[in-house]
């Protein structure tokens, strides 16, 4: 119980963190949120299933793309629009899972990267659609309830989106679903003989995180009023699998911490060693995956534990 209203105030305080920000410093700690989002989707299907999958940008476009085709082409009402999205995201994830899961080796990975390279060449190909390089802006989020949710309390919405996808991840986790999982990650063979359908538990699990990519998305597309090929590159995805790793592939927590470091790391570095700075970011994370194996949440273990020890010891007679 003590957790979960601790759990509850952080969510109120990380929304009322929105309404004190300037407009720069807003849309930073958006896109943040946005990343946060996507690394709890991500390190489930990474570190807690074990599938090295490359397509979580591409969803995470998906969503984007269609929920602004959607609304401002096809004028479909939010409701059915998101509804049409979120099952357009499980059909495609679907479709990618079923035969790369069941084959053996680095198929999905492969499988994941041939549907990232095809979807970004397709945002750049329909121009009808996508707007090309340039991609799609000049709308706005429609009124909800007759309310206009702009600023601050769309900031708010995405602290729930962050709040959700955690919840909903950890709750699973904590399941038999979330249990299989890991027995499938730590040893198929072992898992299977234990009564765990793995190619069923694998389509599952890519199935939910590429939806909730998709999801992200969704809120994405009105956090600039513009959705353009370079958010969703290649390239993000790897940053992204680098903050889980770096993090604590495998936790949630160390998902979100991993994200929070090396989100911010470019803020601090570029304005000492400018245009370098990229290759800094990367000796960064290389001595942190050498030095760190288990990410940077085990050093937050290890000062718990400490704490803990010491408070022990003081409350001994």
């Given at each position: 119980m003590q957790s979960r209203l601790l759990f509850l105030a952080l969510v109120v305080a990380l929304c009322v963190v929105g309404f004190y920000l300037?407009?720069?410093?807003a849309d930073i700690y958006r896109k943040l949120l946005l990343?946060?989002?996507?690394?709890?989707?991500?390190?489930?299907?990474?570190?807690?299933?074990?599938?090295?999958?490359?397509?979580?940008?591409a969803f995470y476009g998906l969503g984007a793309y269609w929920i602004v085709i959607a609304l401002f082409q096809f004028h479909l009402p939010l409701p059915v629009a998101v509804l049409i999205g979120i099952a357009l995201?499980?059909?495609?994830?679907l479709l990618i899972a079923i035969p790369s899961t069941r084959l053996e080796g680095p198929y999905l990975a492969l499988a994941t990267l041939a549907l990232a390279q095809l979807f970004h060449l397709g945002i750049v190909s329909g121009r009808d659609f996508t707007g090309g390089d340039t991609g799609v802006g000049g709308y706005r989020l429609p009124d909800i309830l007759g309310f206009q949710v702009t600023g601050p309390w769309y900031t708010a919405c995405l602290v729930l989106l962050c709040a959700g996808t955690y919840v909903l991840l950890n709750r699973i986790d904590?399941?038999?679903?979330?249990?299989a999982?890991?027995?499938?990650?730590?040893?198929?063979?072992?898992?299977?003989a234990m009564?765990?359908?793995?190619?069923?538990?694998?389509v599952i699990a890519f199935t939910l995180t590429s939806v909730l990519a998709s999801v992200a998305g969704f809120f994405y597309a009105f956090v600039d009023n513009l959705v353009a090929p370079g958010a969703f590159s290649l390239e993000?995805?790897?940053?992204l699998l680098f903050m889980i790793i770096v993090g604590g592939s495998g936790r949630q927590l160390g998902a979100v911490i991993g994200v929070i470091i090396l989100y911010a790391a470019p803020f601090f570095i570029e304005p000492l060693i400018g245009h370098f700075h990229f290759m800094a970011f990367g000796a960064l994370v290389v001595v942190l995956i050498i030095f760190q194996p288990k990410g940077l949440v085990a050093l937050l273990d290890t000062?718990?534990?400490?704490v803990n020890g010491v408070a022990k010891k003081g409350a001994q007679p």
């Open positions: 300037n407009s720069y410093q990343w946060i989002a996507l690394g709890i989707g991500f390190n489930f299907l990474f570190g807690i299933c074990g599938q090295v999958a490359f397509s979580h940008f995201a499980g059909v495609v994830a904590r399941s038999w679903f979330g249990r999982c890991r027995a499938v990650r730590d040893n198929q063979a072992a898992a299977q009564g765990v359908n793995v190619p069923l538990t694998k993000n995805m790897f940053i000062a718990l534990a400490r």
